[in-house]
Every structure is written in C-alpha cells, then in structure tokens.
C-alpha cells in the first residue's frame, strides 16, 4: 500500500510505502514459568514495515527484502523470550537500525497461555519511528 503525503521540512510529496508479513511462525521457548523455559512454544509475529521517501524515487532495486526482515525476526525470536515486550521491542529496534524505514509496527502473540478461561491468545504490539529520515537508501545491511 502507497499514501502519498507531504515533508513538512521541504515541501516536498512523499510517498509512504507499508509492506506487511503476517503470521510468522515459530517455536521457541517463551515465557518465565519453569515448563515455558524448557518446553518450546508457537509465537505468531506480524510486522508492518512503512517506508518513506519522495516519489520520484522509485526504482526497481528500490524495495524492502522480506528475506532481511524475516531473518530479523528469526534471529530475535531464536530463544529464549522471556517476555513479549522484550521480542517485540526488540524486532521493532533492529529493523529500524537495519532498514530504510520511517516507521514499523510489530505484534508478537502466544497463542497458548493458561489463565484459566477461554482465551485465543496473548499479544504485545509496538509501534516505532525512525529516529532519522528514511527517505536514505539502505546501506546498513541486517546487523545481528
């Protein structure tokens, strides 16, 4: 999905650019009881990666590599988790330090918690800015 809208500071269109993966799967070990420590468990992550920059910027090798953000999440998601919070922030940092982008929004949900009651699933969601304008192309490359 491309919006167009404004850069304040120059006047200038810029396009915003969200690239969505959705329903990551993994199996870790995730939570701070003892059996979630030793017995892996399905986290579902969802990761909404907004790109900025002017519209007359586009190019062919202009676009966010999935594989790189996939690889970001695998690699945070690995194990342990403690907490939800913690993957989550912590997906949300690394991507913004690795990719050209303005904004990003991660949801992490465990499906099986035990609270006594029916309940679909457990989910933390952040959303952060770049600190910095990403309307620069990637040079960073995917740090670890």
């Not at 990666?49 to 953000?69: E, H, I, K, N, Q």
């Not at 690889?71 to 989550?88: F, I, K, M, N, S």
């Not at 982008?101 to 952040?126: D, I, M, N, W």
Request: proline letters at 6%; glycine letters at 6%; one cysteine or more.
């Amino acid at each position: 999905m491309t919006t167009p809208a404004h850069d304040a500071a120059h006047g200038a269109r810029v396009d915003r650019q969200t690239v969505s993966l959705v329903g990551m799967r993994f199996y870790t070990r995730v939570g701070v009881l003892p059996h979630e420590r030793e017995i892996a468990q399905p986290l579902e992550i969802d990761v909404a990666a907004v790109r900025a920059r002017p519209a007359s910027a586009y190019a062919a090798g202009d676009v966010l590599d999935y594989r790189r953000v996939y690889a970001v999440v695998a690699d945070v998601v690995a194990g342990p988790v403690e907490w939800l919070e913690d993957a989550a922030e912590l997906i949300a940092a690394r991507l913004l330090a690795a990719e050209a982008l303005a904004r990003v929004r991660v949801a992490v949900r465990k499906p099986h918690v035990a609270l006594g009651g029916p309940l679909a699933y457990a989910e933390v969601c952040v959303e952060r800015d770049a600190p910095h304008a990403a309307n620069a192309p990637n040079t960073a490359g995917v740090r670890r």
